[in-house]
């Protein structure tokens, strides 16, 4: 802003603008706008010390005008438990569920969808990572299993000869599927550490 | 003032600016210092500049900002029709509640 302000004023906007460095910056430039405009409106064009000094008592600290920016109601709401049965369930079937006739996983989806605990991005990571759980993880195993010696993992390299699996993409597989064991494990802890029913809308 | 008075005192201010702004509109240094002479409804004026922006936020009041010949524009208040709504139905609450307190407070201080 260009208009000339007591050194007093100045310092008091500084200490405002420093105090308010947590809000959102187009909220913090309002305030700041606003309080400059008052402290113009207060004072006459050349103040005194003493004037200048009264204005500012009179706004309060920076401190306590940025206090008063939070919402907080003056009666906290009630909280409720982070966790309830059905946050539980959600964190249990989408691993483990598809073994209970492939059914425990969708229900474990349901759970989870249903559930005001996480968020969206939450429920997504939870119903991608991994569909079906540790039983999707097992088929993949078994899959790598006969790839050994089923059609993918063999070649023929000579008349009569056929060499399976073979040293780098086997590997490789081993690796992704150890990884893909994991997957689901950690999915089921992520959402039990992130669940919240307590959180805002 | 009473700590056991200033939650109450939280409470009530935004409807003391709905009714200022019942009249007509107002600027926003305008608000701030008529509340500010009212005894003990505020202790430092610029808390009132969070609780307008919130008022705004919430729809109870709109702003219009005019320039001044005096000096920096001006952002001036007006009350909403929801805002009115609010003010309306605060009135009504706090009658019967200050009616209740005071017929209590008698009571118990029989001067």
Known sequence: MTHALHPLAEDYL??????????PRARRRELADEIEAHILEALSPEPSEAEVRNALERLGTPEEIVDAEAPGPAVPAPLRPRMTGQEWAAVVLLPLGGFLLGIGWFIGVIALWSS????????????????????TTMALWSTYGLGESGESG???????????????????????????????????????????????G | MAPALSQLRRGVLE???????????????????????????????????????????????????????????RR???????????????????????????GLLAMGNPQ
């Open chain 1, 154 to 200: 063999c070649r023929e390299v000579a008349p009569g000869s056929i060499v399976c699996g073979g040293g780098g993409s086997s590997t490789v597989q081993f690796v992704l599927l150890f990884a893909v064991t994991l997957l689901p494990v950690a999915t089921a802890i992520f959402l039990a550490r992130s669940a919240d029913l307590n959180r805002p």
């Open chain 1, 14 to 23: 500084d200490r405002l603008d420093r105090a308010a460095a947590h809000l």
């Open chain 2, 76 to 102: 001036y208040y007006t009350l909403t029709a929801e805002g009115e709504a609010t003010l309306d139905a605060f009135v009504v609450e706090w009658r019967r509640f200050s009616r209740s307190v005071d």
């Open chain 1, 116 to 135: 005001r605990a996480w968020s969206t991005l939450d429920k997504v990571i939870g119903t991608l990572v991994l569909p079906g759980g540790l039983a």
């Open chain 2, 15 to 73: 409807y003391c600016v709905l009714a200022l702004l019942r009249e007509g509109e107002r600027y926003a240094f305008e608000l701030v210092t008529t509340l500010g002479e009212a005894d003990g409804m505020v202790t430092s004026e610029g808390t009132l500049y969070p609780l307008l922006s919130r008022l705004r936020k919430e729809g109870l009041v709109e702003t219009t900002w005019r320039e001044s010949t005096s000096g920096p524009p």
